[in-house]
């Protein structure tokens, strides 16, 4: 699983191992990556840590290779890597949008191939990929991640349609405002702390969600109570937004 190095990933991370998965410990920060699979180490579980930056195709595909190498055959693929800043879109440059789009779009398209082939070859697997609730309603100071976030929702919806034939859920699962290190970061602005306070005054419970309510979703979406569910959106926001 991709970004499992801190936050919502090291997470899921720790809760599928709990599940008795084996984890590939993916992330760019390798030092984080190593802490989580210490971490798994220590409730006894199996997992390895790989550096990969999610950007890079060939890198993503060298990463999947390891993984297999040390771990087995990839049964279950979590797309969670991602990165934000907060900001009016009258205020962004290009640079900006090419990496916003290089991780948060193409990355999820990257993996999400880089694991088909083995997949399919295995008879079946489990895809849930870390949208966001901005991709579904757009978020202020968000207009390119959110669009991303959306482009994931789009391509997973898409990928569950094609893939069911061999046997792959395709799922997704949309958080809302959690209370990790990157939501830390963004809020040390005046224009994205504005904005998050914003956000969580009109969540009904009040509160950030917490990495393992998120985590809880995505073992759901990867255990066999959900082998006859594809295709789907499951908001993990405390209400910040209902489907109608």
Aim: include cysteine.
């Amino acid at each position: 699983m991709t970004g499992a190095g801190s936050g919502i990933g090291r997470a899921i991370a720790l809760r599928l191992a709990n599940d008795g998965a084996r984890i590939a410990v993916a992330d760019i920060n390798i030092e984080g990556a190593r802490e989580t699979e210490r971490m798994v180490r220590a409730a006894a579980g199996e997992a390895a840590a790989i550096q990969v930056n999610i950007s890079d195709f060939d890198a993503v595909q060298s990463a999947v290779r390891q993984a297999q190498e040390r771990l087995g055959p990839v049964g279950i693929l979590v797309n969670n890597a991602g990165w934000d800043r907060i900001e009016p879109f009258i205020q962004n440059a290009p640079p900006l949008w090419d990496k916003l789009i290089a991780i948060n779009l193409k990355g999820p398209i990257h993996c999400c191939r880089a694991v088909l082939d083995g997949m399919i070859a295995a008879g079946g697997g489990k895809i849930v990929s870390i949208s966001s609730d901005s991709g579904r309603v757009g978020s202020t100071g968000e207009a390119v991640y959110a669009a991303c976030k959306g482009g994931v929702i789009s391509l997973c919806k898409t990928l569950a349609r094609e893939l069911a034939r061999y046997s792959i859920n395709v799922n997704v699962v949309c958080p809302g405002i959690t209370d990790t290190a990157l939501i830390q970061e963004v809020t040390q602005a005046e224009y994205g702390k504005k904005v998050i306070d914003a956000v969580v005054r009109t969540i009904p419970f009040r509160r950030m969600g917490r990495p393992e309510e998120i985590a809880a979703a995505v073992a759901f979406f990867v255990s066999p109570d959900a082998d006859f569910i594809t295709g789907q959106v499951l908001s993990v926001s405390g209400g910040l937004t209902m489907a109608g």
